[in-house]
Structures are given as C-alpha cells and as structure tokens.
C-alpha cells in the first residue's frame, strides 16, 4: 500500500473548516467543488506518502505540529476563495 497521507489530512480539515466556519455557508459544496478545492491545496503542498500503519501513525503524529497545521489552513482557505469565485460547472 502506497498512500499520501497528506489526502487525509487536508480531507479532515477540510471538512472541519467547511461545517465550523460560518463564512463559508454559501459557497457551493458539491463532490466536483471540493474535489477541485482538494486538488488545488494537495497541489501546492508537500505529499507525504505512508506504506505501513506504523508510518500512518507517525504521519498522524507529525500532521499534528502547529507550523503544518498552519500551513494546510491557509491553502486551504486560498484554495476555497478560488474555486468558490469560478467554480467549474
């Protein structure tokens, strides 16, 4: 198994971004909106790929640091602004 764990997270915080802030309550939440949102943030950030549970674990571990958090928040949020202004359909 060959798995960029960084999917998972960014997921995560994705959907968490997306039903706690209420600035969001209107853009569009279709699958094609946010799996281009998805593609946009997994994209500009560096993959991080696991081939054992003992490496998802440490990835947990390590997606768990302030300064990547940080970093995922605001692509994530870039990449929300951008599709959510010229969405694809």
Do not use: W
Not at 43 to 72: D, H
């Amino acid at each position: 198994m060959v798995k960029n764990y960084m999917e998972e997270v960014v997921r995560n915080l994705l959907n968490n971004i997306l039903k706690t802030d209420q600035n969001y309550d209107n853009i569009c939440k279709c699958e094609r909106c946010l799996d281009d949102i998805m593609a946009i943030v997994l994209n500009n950030l560096k993959p991080y790929y696991i081939t054992t549970k003992k490496g998802e674990v440490y990835a947990e571990y390590t997606s768990l640091e302030t300064q990547l958090q940080v970093e995922i928040i605001s692509e994530i949020i870039k990449a929300i602004e951008f599709v959510s202004t010229s969405p694809n359909h």
